[in-house]
């Protein structure tokens, strides 16, 4: 397969044949990479033990002091783009500890590994290897250089070879888009990823739901994009807890095993914006409720 993908990419990118050969030439298969990829945590824990892993003091911690150290940049981005700035900050601490850890994998190695040697995602995995090339070349990067995430993941904010080139920002204005080592850019190019994903301005992200009896167990947990109203999920036996809402509002019901048992949620637009980031139910509560208490933190932090 590699030997075709450097024929696609010579005759559709005009590369060099002998450049390409040279870089799979020291791309290097690694096995962890498939294992992780087979077992990522936001499937296999339940929510209460995954909440653990990110909803921490020392994540709490380390994350109002990144507010604080860019408070101006973060109030630029949430006024230009609409998206608060706790959500900003929650997607640094739950990406990669603001800036703190992001990835040992040579992104090469992630996504020709993923690309050539995993059959069920392969087609996805090539396609952002054939973004990652491009990426290193309109930047002059050295492509065996970079370092990202199990899956190629990058920077700060870990973007995605084609959600970098779609929409990263270059927020400092030096003339460059980086969010491997530019905070002030990374926070423009999350505000930005969010806003282009429908991030509703000072809309609900999420609210506990009151469940009936007879509720209707077939629609939880089914579909991320909301599409029943919340009159209509009253009538399956789902309603807001402790929030008036509209009756036309789309959501969706979500179950989640907590500490106390299961949880029962109502999700909305800006819930499932976050998981145009990442899809996970899990990933997307984890960061909700990390940026809640981010904005308490902070808030109480305030002279």
């Not at 005759?11 to 060099?16: F, I, K, T, V």
């Not at 911690?61 to 700035?85: M, N």
């Not at 920077?155 to 970098?164: A, D, E, L, N, V």
């Not at 806003?195 to 629609?219: C, D, F």
Request: hydrophobic share 40%; proline share 4%.
């Amino acid at each position: 397969m590699a030997q075709e993908f450097i024929d696609y990419m010579v005759r559709e990118h005009a590369y060099d044949r002998v450049d390409l050969q040279l870089i799979f030439d020291e791309a290097i298969y690694k096995q962890s990479i498939v294992n992780a990829m087979n077992r990522p945590a936001e499937k296999v824990k339940k929510w209460k033990d995954y909440r653990k892993i990110f909803v921490t003091d020392k994540r709490l911690r380390q994350g109002v002091e990144f507010w604080q150290e860019h408070l101006p940049t973060l109030e630029k981005a949430q006024e230009e783009y609409g998206v608060p700035i706790e959500i900003i900050v929650a997607i640094l601490g739950v990406e990669t500890y603001y800036g703190r850890m992001t990835g040992n994998y040579r992104v090469i190695d992630a996504l020709s590994t993923l690309a050539f040697d995993y059959p069920k995602r392969s087609p996805f995995f090539t396609r952002e290897l054939e973004n990652f090339l491009l990426l290193s070349r309109e930047q002059n990067l050295n492509p065996l250089n970079l370092t990202g995430s199990y899956a190629g993941a990058m920077g700060y904010g870990q973007f995605m070879p084609s959600s970098y080139r779609a929409y990263a920002v270059d927020y400092n204005g030096d003339g460059v888009a980086d969010i491997w080592n530019d905070p002030v850019d990374a926070i423009g190019s999350i505000a930005n990823y969010f806003a282009r994903h429908g991030w509703q301005k000072g809309g609900v992200i999420a609210v506990r739901a009151r469940i009936t009896s007879g509720y209707n167990k077939e629609i939880v947990n089914k579909t991320i994009k909301p599409k029943l109203t919340l009159a209509e999920l009253k009538q399956e036996g789902f309603s807001p807890a402790n929030a008036d809402m509209s009756a036309d509002t789309k959501a969706i019901p979500l179950k989640l095993q907590g500490e106390d048992g299961m949880e029962f949620w109502l999700c909305f637009q800006n819930f499932y914006t976050i998981t145009r980031y990442n899809t996970s139910f899990r990933y997307a509560m984890a960061v909700t409720q990390l940026s809640e208490e981010l904005a308490g933190q902070v808030d109480h932090a305030q002279p």
